[in-house]
């Protein structure tokens, strides 16, 4: 086993220097997969991009920081929204709509966050799925300003006089955009910041007494994750090019939960292989379609059914995740002959 | 005109009470808030339609053998997939009934379709007058069985063995356990009533509203009602319901048509902010 010496190796981005070359590695395999593989394979790349930064994004809050949010999706359609109005009606560039959808999510999450110092576990929980419903209701209702129930068309970005209108073109920017989240991410968490939040998480009264103020702590963290949910809904939005209220539901805001708890709470890995996985979970259903028993292949709710089994039964067997079966994999062959 | 409005939503208003007084149960015993209880009443309303449709028995007998049949399957539930994690964080089981709720939805649209069905009705559709008021008979068994629930989960917790213990155990856990009472029973007990309490509330609103799968969105108007009544009282469960069932009806005329579908939730978050334990509830301070 490898234990860590100093303090400089503890806060090392990566316990060990190699991991980087994997890293490289990594990226050069997905940039050549999305520029080869097809528009499919480009269009789920970006979705998968997508789907990691709001995971990531509500791992923020839920696995460092203990609060539970079920509104994560109306975070999302701000910034989705956000981002259609400008480029479309006001015809601000992109590069300046996109930072500016985290900024309007982020300063709504900072509002929505004020409350979580008061209310504990479940009300948050509740208190953020009214946000969520009441959220969508002025969407559908605010029609002179966002289409109302029509939903609402936006155009897809243009930088450096190119357009990236295909999907293997628009990789690029989802692609650009992830890796600086993610190291932003992965910075915050190993940092003194990171550390407050996770003694929050562990026990709010131990952390009061060392000296962090709980309520400072918390609605940043409310505000970092609302505005990574939001640069995820202004991709989302310049990479379907037309959303509506339908693609920001509860079960969406759901639908992230599974990620972040299937992949790990409190993990930034975890949350990519947690969205990597949900991603292609349709995709994976209809490969194994073909060897179900007929009466369960065409019933329409079958990834519904699945989705809440896999829910379930990963809280109950795998509580933590991809990664805690990752991590247990890789002390079992560190061990190997023992 | 308005006091017809105050009676419709004191009917509808009775059913979202009878589903908080489920997620209310489950609380009190347990600190855990059941998403998947506007399932159990959906799955409910669907055993009794069953019943009633293919295997023609009568109304009344259907009425009292589905909250038997539910209270069954609130027990397998409990016992599959709460059982075993009991002592873990509270946030993984609230989590765990999330995914079940999905599930649940899922396969009764498996089993009974997503069509919306019709529900067999029992009472007359003719109006009963009083004076000048006029109520659908059907609201009118909603508020009486309402009632009639709240009377019979009052005596159960009152001057019954069983009742007594599952209140002992929610106040103080580790020295009911220690008199002698079986959390274990106490969990599987407390997730069969919900379960029962949910049915009856399926059955009597599928009359009103609709039959399908998606009935269980139902549920979540409930939450405000546990919220705003207090999270731990039965009675607060039902009194929020009316609240919620015509505040919101009253929304509907004197706002914009569009504010009574989340007027619910807006009441429920000005709750939230003022006085969050709700109107019954008791603020309880947590030792460290």
Redesign the interface.
């Known amino acids: 086993m490898d234990f860590r010496e100093s303090y400089s190796q503890d806060f090392r981005i990566f316990d060990k220097f190699y991991k980087w070359g994997w890293i490289a590695f990594l990226a050069a395999g997905v940039i050549f997969f999305s520029q080869t593989g097809g528009d499919y394979v480009a269009f789920l790349l970006n979705l998968i991009f997508i789907n990691i930064i709001g995971a990531v994004g509500l791992n923020i809050l ?1 696995g460092f920081t ?1 609060l ?1 949010s079920l509104g994560h999706a109306a975070f999302m359609a701000i910034g989705a929204y956000t981002s259609s109005i400008l480029t479309a009606k006001l015809g601000v560039p992109f590069w300046l709509a996109l930072p500016a959808s985290g900024a309007v999510t982020g300063v709504i999450g900072f509002i929505v966050g004020l ?1 979580s110092l ?2 504990i ?3 948050l ?3 953020t ?3 969520g ?2 959220t969508d ?1 002025i969407i ?2 605010w029609k002179s300003l966002t289409g109302g129930a029509d939903g609402i068309a936006t155009i897809p970005p243009i930088m450096f006089g190119l357009t990236f209108g295909s999907y293997k073109r628009y990789f690029f920017i989802t692609f650009i955009s992830l890796v600086i989240l993610l190291f932003a991410a992965k910075n915050m968490v190993r940092g003194s910041f990171g550390r407050a939040l996770m003694a929050i998480r562990d ?1 709010e ?1 131990a952390a009061e007494t060392m000296g962090i103020n709980l309520g400072w702590y918390k609605a940043i963290s409310f505000t970092i994750s609302a505005i990574y949910a939001g640069l995820a809904g202004s991709l989302y939005a310049h990479l379907l090019l037309f959303v509506s209220v339908d693609n920001f539901t ?2 969406h805001s ?1 639908g992230f ?2 990620m972040v ?1 299937v992949g790990g709470l409190g993990s930034i890995t975890g949350s990519i292989m947690g969205a990597i996985f949900i991603t292609m979970l349709p995709e994976i259903i209809s490969l194994t379609k073909d060897y179900l028993p007929p ?2 292949r065409t ?4 990834q ?2 699945v ?6 039964l990963f ?2 067997y795998q ?1 933590l995740g991809f990664y805690g079966l990752w991590v247990k994999i890789k002390n079992w062959w560190k061990t190997f002959p023992l | 005109m308005l006091i017809q409005q105050i009676i419709s939503g004191l009917a509808v208003g009775c059913v979202y009470g009878l589903v908080a007084v489920g997620f209310v149960l489950i ?1 009190k015993t347990t600190e855990v ?1 059941n998403f998947a209880q506007g399932e159990l009443m959906m799955i409910g309303a669907f055993v009794a339609f069953t019943l009633i449709t293919l295997f023609n028995i009568p109304y009344g007998i259907a009425f009292l053998l589905t909250p038997v049949i539910c209270g069954i399957i609130g027990l397998l539930l409990e016992r599959a ?1 709460i059982r ?2 009991v002592g ?1 964080p ?3 089981i ?3 009934t ?10 009764s ?2 089993i009974w379709s ?1 069509d919306t069905l019709y529900y067999p009705r029992l009472f007359p559709d003719e109006a009963i007058k009083f004076g000048s008021i006029v109520m659908a008979p059907v609201d009118l068994s909603v508020i009486l069985v309402t009632l009639g629930m709240v009377i019979l989960l009052f005596l159960f917790f009152k001057f019954t063995i069983r009742g007594i213990s599952l209140q002992s155990s929610a106040q103080n856990p580790l020295a009911s356990l220690l008199m002698g009472i079986s959390v274990k029973q106490v969990y599987s007990i407390t997730w069969a009533i919900s379960a029962m309490v949910g049915a009856v509330a399926g059955m009597i609103v599928a009359p009103i509203t609709f039959l399908s799968v998606n009935m269980g969105f139902l549920g ?1 108007k409930a ?2 009602a546990a ?1 705003i009544g207090g ?1 731990n009282s039965i009675p607060g469960a039902i009194v929020g319901g009316v609240i919620i069932g015509i505040s919101e009806n009253l929304a509907g005329i004197y706002l ?1 048509s ?1 504010f009574k ?2 007027f619910a ?2 009441v ?2 000005a709750v ?2 003022i006085r ?1 334990e709700g109107i019954f509830g008791i603020h309880e301070q947590k030792k ?1």
């Not at chain 2, 999330?98 to 396969?107: D, E, K, Q, V, Y």
């Open positions: 839920s203990g539970i409350p008061r209310l576990g479940i009300y929980a509740l208190a799925m009214a946000f419903f009441i209701e559908l209702q026990s009264t509860l079960l759901i939960i599974v708890v009466i369960v019933a329409s709710s079958l519904a059914a989705y809440g089994m896999i829910l379930m809280v109950i509580p | 609380y808030i997939f075993p994690l873990k509270v946030v993984s609230i989590i765990v999330i995914g079940l709720s999905i599930t649940l939805r899922a396969f649209g498996m997503y979540l939450f405000p919220i999270f914009p569009w579908d989340i939730y807006i429920m978050m939230l902010m969050p460290v």
